[in-house]
């Protein structure tokens, strides 16, 4: 079975805008509840027990949930990316996961910055950025799926002309 067939990776795909979406709804809860400020302008750790990595007070948690569940989505951003070159031979399905890709480390670095300085500008380019990175998972997404079905198409069609022929004999 080969993992990377346009089937799997049109599902991790899937998957992988599904987590951005959940991911951009901590955020905003991150954000309008200020608990980024919680961990004190550490980054990224937030100055909790065991070496800094876990949350230093009740507070804290929801902004190192958010890092956390960051940390996870972005290592699925680059799977999909990396299935979406190997697996599809689109330039829009290309064109869009190397979109995701270039504004992804610039989205770590503004997710830094919200909590090192918070100010609505900050906020404001972090949230940008994130759309930037789901409309590119959203767009690859709808194209792996497109071509899937213009291919079943293609291929029903194939077997309906090889019927009528085998029908015509």
Do not use: K
Not at 89 to 109: E, F, K, M
């Amino acid at each position: 079975m080969n993992w990377l067939d346009r089937r799997n990776v049109a599902i991790l795909s899937t998957v992988t805008t599904v987590l951005t979406f959940l991911l951009i709804l901590l955020g905003v809860y991150t954000a309008a509840t200020g608990t980024g400020l919680t961990c004190e302008g550490g980054w990224p750790l937030c100055g909790g027990p065991l070496f800094g990595l876990l949350p230093p007070n009740v507070a804290s948690y929801p902004e190192w949930i958010h890092r956390f569940v960051a940390s996870i989505t972005g290592f699925f951003i680059l799977g999909t990316a990396y299935g979406a070159w190997r697996a599809f031979d689109s330039r829009r399905i290309h064109a869009a996961v190397a979109i995701a890709i270039a504004v992804l480390p610039v989205q770590v670095l503004l997710g830094r910055q919200t909590v090192v300085t918070y100010t609505a500008g900050v906020q404001t380019l972090h949230h940008g950025a994130a759309m930037i990175i789901f409309a590119g998972l959203v767009g690859a997404t709808a194209w792996m799926f497109e071509r899937s079905t213009d291919e079943e198409t293609t291929a029903t069609a194939e077997r309906e002309s090889t019927t009528r022929a085998v029908d015509a004999d």
